[in-house]
């Protein structure tokens, strides 16, 4: 089964820049999506299709991928933006949606 | 504003059937897929099954299927997902959230761009 790993955690000061990788076989060939969770809540679509942006998403979320990597960028980072974020796609082989393990997010 | 708010959680023994709904609002439920996904305590998000808009394509993880069942009426304006032989590791919050798909000849499920606020089910004798 198709597998997407993240690491565990990221920390960053705020103002800086976070970088959250998503690792799975040829993932350029998918389209990547990512989701913000924060404690008790539902998680939160923030970029979709590698690199766009849902409405009411501030432009400091970005996405990118590149070989077997998919990166979600938080710009400028804030306290409000610490949270769980997951990567996400859809395995045509398997018919499966695929989550990432997910990345706790601290802001220092 | 788009809502989805789930019920039918609570507390069930290892063995027993439970049967969630999902009730939407605020867009036409008829046109859209819909998943449910899971997060057991302290663990990352599971997708656990997945309809389209006229229940053509249904689709399950491997973990539930054969015990799961997902339908909806959209007549009802409902989303449901009938559980069976439920095990402690089902334990976790259900949500259900609306899936974007495209449709080239054949369904290609993308996103998710809305979710409920989740029903916690609690496995346990």
């Known amino acids: 089964s198709y597998v997407l790993t993240q690491p565990p955690s990221v920390s960053v000061a705020p103002g800086q820049t976070a970088r959250i990788p998503c690792g799975g076989y040829?993932?350029?060939?998918?389209?990547v999506h990512w989701y913000q969770q924060k404690p008790g809540q539902a998680p939160v679509l923030v970029v979709y299709?590698?690199?766009d942006r849902p409405s009411g998403i501030p432009e400091r979320f970005s996405g990118s991928t590149s070989g077997n990597t998919a990166t979600l960028t938080i710009s400028r980072v804030e306290a409000g933006d610490e949270a769980d974020y997951y990567c996400?796609?859809?395995?045509?082989?398997?018919?499966?949606?695929?989550f990432g393990t997910g990345t706790k997010v601290t802001v220092l | 504003e788009v809502q989805l708010v789930e019920s039918g959680g609570g507390l069930v023994k290892p063995g027993g059937s439970l049967r969630l709904s999902c009730g939407p609002s605020?867009?036409?439920?008829?046109?859209?897929?819909i998943s449910w996904v899971r997060q057991a305590p302290g663990k990352g998000l599971e997708w656990v099954a997945f309809?389209?808009?006229?229940?053509?394509?249904?689709y399950y993880a491997d973990s539930v299927k054969g015990r799961f069942t997902i339908s909806r009426d959209n007549a009802k304006n409902s989303l449901y997902l009938q559980m069976n032989s439920l095990r402690a590791e089902d334990t976790a919050v259900y949500f259900c959230?609306?899936?974007?798909?495209?449709?080239?000849?054949?369904?290609?499920?993308?996103?998710?761009?809305?979710w409920g606020q989740g029903t916690l089910v609690t496995v346990s004798s």
């Open positions: 959230a609306r899936a974007t798909i495209t449709i080239f000849g054949v369904i290609t499920p993308n996103w998710f761009d809305a």
């Open positions: 299709d590698d690199s």
């Open positions: 040829d993932i350029g060939s998918k389209s």
């Open positions: 996400q796609v859809w395995d045509s082989s398997s018919d499966h949606y695929v």
């Open positions: 605020g867009f036409t439920f008829s046109s859209y897929a």
């Open positions: 309809i389209s808009p006229g229940s053509k394509y249904i």
